[in-house]
């Protein structure tokens, strides 16, 4: 507990100004990204992935099947091999499952570990020590799970050995993607039928790769079901560039006055596009082209001009749809004419910082009227002046405020952005080509 990948601190340091332009394409898709390594270990069969997110928290996945006796080639250029071993070929790991940063490692080992004929404990750096577990240990238990959590249901977690569970109808409090894959992936190891009720649609690239790996799902309405007892088998799986680092881009182009960027192979599933929904609402020039599948998912490129933004209410349907891009959100609010307010989204406090907090904090600095409510935020639009801002070592913040110096009137400088690497590594390095004037200074 308490560990880190890397003691280096890095610092994020924009100058004001400039524009982005040009086409670009953005790492993997992470959510996309776990789930390959996840099934493809299970699977029987090698299944070949390309686009993998070589970013720390997928590779906090990849190295716990690796502990648990699975064969995984690579990343290299994005490509993977993952030599399955069957849903029942997991050996018992030595030591405890470090997770790093990524409660998406913990929540869905959390599931797909609970009907293993052996113990193991999953621990995480100090953020994820802090996240809530309950959410999926409760569900968990209600199958016939042994799990334990430490004090008030955070990591670390300790599964013991149950050869079966039995399947159970759940209706989520909370519209969590994690908490639903994590019932499904149980659900293959159970007697009978495994059915999730989901309060609003979320991310749904679970049900999608189960399908892919040759696994029946039920969707009907807000239910998901499956029956345990079957098997999977290997794949090809293609990688999108993940919407959520592009998401970034969006904003900082519509921001920017002369940009006109381009992101290339974009995953677009409807699950994940609250964000282009959300700033087309706002008054954002987005244009997707080249609309294609591949593999089960759909993928565009994303054209995005700067266009003037205005402040609206965004619409609570949206929220799970767009859940780790309202950090880049709240800056598109900061530099739109008016008022935007969001609710509905709790969730955000409990994500790898209390976004709400960070963000409305960073904004302050920056001279912008961000009034934090329990569930959201009201963010007044105006000008940004410059200053010193700590990401709390939460990457999305991180990533957000770089791009807040497109339109900033004097340098900004963020702290703590190492964190940057476990969902989008070479952000400095693509954001800089794109038109960013950043530097990223490692200490
Ligand atoms: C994820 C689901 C979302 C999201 C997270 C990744 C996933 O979390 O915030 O970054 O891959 O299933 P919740 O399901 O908890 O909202």
Known sequence: MGERYSTVSVTFQVLPGGA???????PGDKSISHRSIMLGAIAEGVTEVEGFLEGEDALATMNAFRAM???????EEGRVRVFGVGKHGLKAPVDALYCGNSGTSMRLLCGLLAGQGFEVRLTGDESLSQRPMNRVALPLREMGARIDTATAGRPPVAIHACPELVGRRYEMPVASAQVKSALLLAGLYARGRTEVIEPAPTRDHSERMLRAFGYVVRHSGNSIAIEGGGKLAATRIDVPADISSAAFFLVGA?????????????????TRTGVIDILRLMGADLVLHN????????????????????????????????????PALF????????????????????????????????????????????????ILGGPLRGGRINSHGDHRPAMSFAMAGLRAQAPIEIDDCANVATSFPGFADLAQDAGLRLRSIDA
């Open 20 to 26: 982005l332009g040009g086409e670009i394409r953005v």
């Open 69 to 75: 006796g699975v064969r995984i080639d690579g990343p």
């Open 254 to 270: 519509s921001i920017a006055p002369g940009s006109d960027l381009t992101l290339r192979h974009v995953g677009v599933n409807p």
């Open 291 to 326: 609309e294609r599948m591949v593999g089960g998912e759909p993928v565009a490129d994303l054209r995005v001009r700067h266009a003037p933004l205005h402040g609206i209410d965004i619409p609570q349907a949206l929220v799970p749809l767009a859940i780790d891009e309202f």
């Open 331 to 378: 800056i598109a609010a900061a530099c739109a004419e008016g008022v935007t307010r969001l609710t509905g989204a709790h969730e955000l406090r409990v994500k790898e910082s209390d976004r709400i907090q960070v963000m409305a904090d960073g904004l302050n600095t920056l001279g912008i009227q961000a009034r934090p409510t329990e569930d959201g935020i009201e």
